[in-house]
């Protein structure tokens, strides 16, 4: 097989980040250098950003069957980039001051986001599961990186069981598909899909219902979704806002892709499999999410409710359901990442839990004033208050709903959406009580100054800016969603 110059173009971005991966390796090699290996990193994901621009220029691009570089891969990793690059500005304040050796964990991040990167760009299940898994296992590292404390190893060791045999489902639905159809090329799905109006396929049936498992199980989406709160509180904080945008995010943006070009959307069992989970998703989530007095678990089960909120423009599919899903998608990106980095910063690597308990958190505003304005505006962008990003991207799902007649499906986000504005402001009132902790937190002075400040200050500044003056967003969006419509 012969890669044209097109091909090379437009796998530049993926080059690029496996070099900066080899780079940052043979740095650490040489000289232990935390400092380095954050700047290689971040010139790494930084380059690989700016390498999009020429792959737009010659997008769709196919590279093989298994890839395709069209503006809807572009796009997707583009944010991939972005969350990386702001990951990478969190870890560095955060794991600064760990008594151990620190530059692997970029390793771990550059590995993780090539993988996220793969799995947007696939148009085969082969890719997806490479994609999948490479950014999986980096994922187990990343939890457990703090090998000393024990929850976060209790953490990594519970998601690396339930995410193996979670792969283990998804794989075996691909083979049954495969054996059924006997290609694994999405695009060929559509064409080879049996008449939904016809006699059921059981090997496909269950083959869809298996890789729909798997998916649920990465989206975390009900009843997959036991996981999740006790991996969001063993990780360290920015590992945490990692995985639930990036890791999350990709899935998603490959189920879209997958849910729109097969076809599949035609059968109505699909159809209601997945209305059933947004359901669930979002009325367990926010349930959940309103007994919790830790704030890593709170924002757990909210993004076990987001993705259900996501769930319901998928369902609407179309051009404005695809449009919605991605708007969503990057004011949740923005805003969680935001909101673990808060948490990051009042936390360190070195004690023997985040600053992760709503106690932790109470009378902020008089010792931190700037950083609980931001905490209070990523809250609000949690909540969908009006002026944030959190409310653009709920309106557009709630917009989409409607287009398609999606009542009962509204009233959850509604409902949802009320529960969520309760457990936000409990947060919200909590920082602005008198306080009377005596935990010691890692509380810096110059919190702006430091990178990681930096970083939490441009998300909050894109929240109120996506929420106050959102054309930009919606015209880019609208863009790059052309291949799926």
Do not use: C
Not at 378 to 392: H, K, M, N, Q, R
């Amino acid at each position: 097989m012969n890669l044209t110059p097109q091909a090379l173009i437009a796998l530049l971005p993926i080059i690029l980040m496996a070099a900066t991966t080899v780079v940052v390796m043979l740095a650490i090699a040489w000289q232990r250098n935390h400092r380095l290996a954050a700047f290689l990193t971040a010139a790494g994901q930084l380059a690989a950003l700016l390498s999009l621009a020429p792959v737009l220029n010659i997008a769709p691009q196919p590279v093989t069957a298994m890839l395709v570089m069209d503006s809807y891969a572009v796009f997707y990793i583009g944010l991939m980039l972005a969350s990386g690059l702001a990951g990478t500005f969190l870890f560095y304040g955060y794991i600064d001051k760990f008594q151990g050796n620190r530059e692997e964990l970029y390793l771990l991040l550059l590995m993780a986001t090539l993988g996220a990167m793969v799995l947007v760009a696939s148009n085969d299940f082969a890719s997806l599961f490479l994609g999948l898994e490479l950014m999986t296992l980096s994922l187990f590292g990343m939890v457990g990186y703090p090998v000393r404390e024990r929850r976060a190893l209790e953490a990594a060791i519970k998601y690396l069981t339930l995410s193996a045999v979670a792969s283990a489902v998804l794989l075996f639905g691909i083979a049954l598909v495969y054996a059924e159809l006997g290609t694994l090329e999405l695009p060929k799905l559509a064409s080879l899909l049996p008449d939904p109006q016809g006699p059921r396929n059981l090997m496909l049936l269950a083959g869809g219902a298996m890789i729909m498992v798997g998916i649920g199980f990465k989206l975390s989406l009900v009843p997959f979704h036991l996981w999740t709160p006790d991996v969001y509180e063993g990780a360290p904080a920015p590992v945490t806002g990692f995985l639930a945008t990036v890791s999350k995010g990709a899935v998603l943006a490959l189920a879209l892709r997958y849910f729109i070009t097969s076809g599949v959307g035609v059968y109505d069992s699909l159809v209601m499999g997945l209305s059933l989970t947004a359901l669930l998703s979002i009325l367990v989530g926010n349930w959940l999410a309103l007994m919790q007095q830790n704030v890593k678990r709170i924002l757990a089960y909210s993004s076990i409710a987001h993705f259900g909120y996501v769930l319901v423009g998928m369902i609407a599919a179309g051009p404005f359901g695809v449009e919605s899903v991605s708007i969503y998608l990057v004011t949740y990106f923005v805003t969680t990442l935001g909101a673990f980095g808060v948490v990051g910063l009042l936390s360190t690597p070195m004690g023997d839990r985040d600053a992760d308990q709503l106690w932790d958190y109470r009378g902020l505003f008089w010792r931190r004033p700037f950083l609980t304005g931001a905490f209070t505006v990523i809250l609000l962008s949690l909540a969908g208050i009006p002026f944030t990003a959190g409310f653009i991207g709920k309106f557009y799902i709630v917009a989409a709903g409607v287009g398609e007649e999606l009542w009962l499906l509204l009233a959850a986000v509604v409902l949802g959406s009320a529960i969520g504005l309760f457990y936000y402001l409990r947060v919200m009132v909590t920082l602005y009580l008198p306080s009377t902790t005596t935990r010691n937190l890692r509380l810096q002075l110059s919190w702006p100054q430091r990178i990681m400040g930096l970083a939490m200050i441009v998300l909050t500044l894109m929240l109120v800016f996506m929420g106050t003056y959102p054309e930009p967003l919606i015209a880019v969006t609208r863009t790059m969603m052309a291949p799926l419509n």
